[in-house]
């Protein structure tokens, strides 16, 4: 200690400045710089335009043509045919929330799965190995495969836009036409069934509207807030159309239905979406995937990537810093989920702990 007392001595602030502040800067870079990135985020990116927001009105014993009349819309003599298509990893429990709540009201499912994921890992075709539970859909179905591409060193964005160019292929092979409606979102991300029905039935409404949903994450016991719009719903248009997961348009139709994030069974499940979907670079330590770590992030509501909120005020990243508040409400969750709910409790309020 004496001898290292001595060489500190004999240094200089700017030697202090290389030998220890400078090493201290670069691993706390390595460590935290996709975070400082995000906290820093105010000062080099401005929010997006805000919606135009269409309030949302609805009461089971309202009839269609006040319902409509209330939005501003006429109502129609028939209903537009629906289309809902989506791309399919290996969320077998939200794709039958999903189809189940929306099987009253669309004409056609359309889904596409590839053998690869977004960054490039090679997957079983899980929907279609397990088809035979998804019975009650088969006289509505398009289904497709599709071989992944991705090349080395390549975005997994360039994977996933590749894929949605083909499900504009499979939309057509399922005999989409003008002025159809065509659902465009995640399989996570669940219009309401009553939203649908609206929308099929009124007239004049936008050609493009997206929708608000309930954010939720891991259940329905975390509520983030209601800023999930990436949904959206076409009046579709012939070499117009083109199906994308980016905003399109400036209007929103409020309290749409439910994005339910990372919401799986299984903590394997879990530990695959963190290595597959587009934001894979998140997953930034090994330990991030340790199942014990994940488990005990879920039942607290807190994120699985240890980052900042994605906000764009530094009083909003602040105001969500944390883990997520419990919510103990079940009001208006899909039907499906409450009716069953036994083999859906991990979805539901108090109800943390997952299957390995």
Same mark, same amino acid.
């Not at 001595?6 to 240094?11: D, K, P, Q």
């Not at 980052?307 to 810093?321: A, L, Q, S, W």
């Given at each position: 200690?004496?001898?290292?007392?001595?060489?500190?001595?004999?240094? =200089?602030?700017?030697?202090?400045i290389?030998?220890?502040v400078v090493p201290i800067? +670069?691993?706390?870079? *390595?460590?935290?710089?996709?975070n400082i990135s995000y906290f820093l985020r105010p000062l080099w990116e401005k929010p997006q335009k805000p919606f135009k927001v269409i309030p949302h009105y609805y009461n089971n014993n309202v009839t269609m043509e006040n319902l409509c009349k209330l939005h501003g819309w006429g109502v129609r003599d028939y209903p537009r045919r629906v289309y809902d298509a989506v791309l399919f990893s290996n969320e077998l429990e939200l794709?039958?929330?999903?189809?189940?709540?929306?099987?009253?009201?669309?004409?056609?499912?359309?889904?596409?799965?590839?053998?690869?994921?977004?960054?490039?890992?090679?997957?079983p075709f899980v929907f279609n190995s397990n088809r035979e539970q998804f019975r009650f859909i088969e006289p509505r179905l398009t289904y497709g495969t599709i071989g992944g591409r991705l090349k080395k060193g390549q975005s997994p964005f360039v994977e996933e836009a590749y894929q949605r160019v083909a499900l =504009?292929?499979?939309l057509k092979i399922a005999g989409i036409s003008d002025d159809d409606l065509l659902i465009m979102s995640d399989v996570d991300e669940i219009p309401s069934a009553h939203t649908i029905n609206l929308l099929r039935w009124c007239n004049e409404i936008p050609s493009i509207m997206h929708l608000q949903l309930k954010n939720y994450l891991y259940s329905f016991e975390f509520r983030l807030d209601d800023k999930s719009w990436r949904a959206s719903v076409h009046r579709y248009q012939t070499g117009k159309t083109r199906y994308a997961?980016?905003?399109q348009s400036d209007n929103m139709l409020a309290d749409a239905g439910w994005h339910c994030s990372f919401c799986f069974r299984r903590i394997s499940d879990f530990i695959f979406k963190m290595k597959a979907y587009s934001h894979y670079d998140r997953v930034r330590f090994s330990h991030f995937l340790n199942p014990d770590r994940i488990q005990k992030l879920i039942c607290e509501?807190?994120?699985?990537? =240890?980052?900042?909120?994605?906000?764009?005020? *530094?009083? =909003? +990243? +602040?105001?969500?810093?944390?883990?997520?508040?419990?919510?103990?409400?079940?009001?208006?969750l899909p039907a499906f989920l409450l009716e069953n709910a036994d083999n859906y409790k991990f979805l539901l309020p108090g109800n943390c702990m997952r299957d390995r």
């Open positions: 200690m004496s001898k290292i007392r001595y060489i500190l001595r004999g240094l =200089d602030v700017k030697s202090y290389y030998v220890l800067c +670069i691993f706390v870079i *390595f460590v935290h710089g996709q794709l039958t929330l999903r189809w189940k709540e929306l099987y009253p009201y669309v004409a056609e499912f359309v889904l596409l799965e590839s053998n690869s994921t977004f960054t490039g890992m090679p997957k =504009d292929h499979l997961h980016y905003r509501g807190a994120d699985l990537f =240890d980052m900042f909120p994605e906000e764009y005020t *530094f009083r =909003d +990243i +602040i105001g969500k810093m944390g883990s997520i508040p419990h919510s103990y409400s079940a009001v208006h």
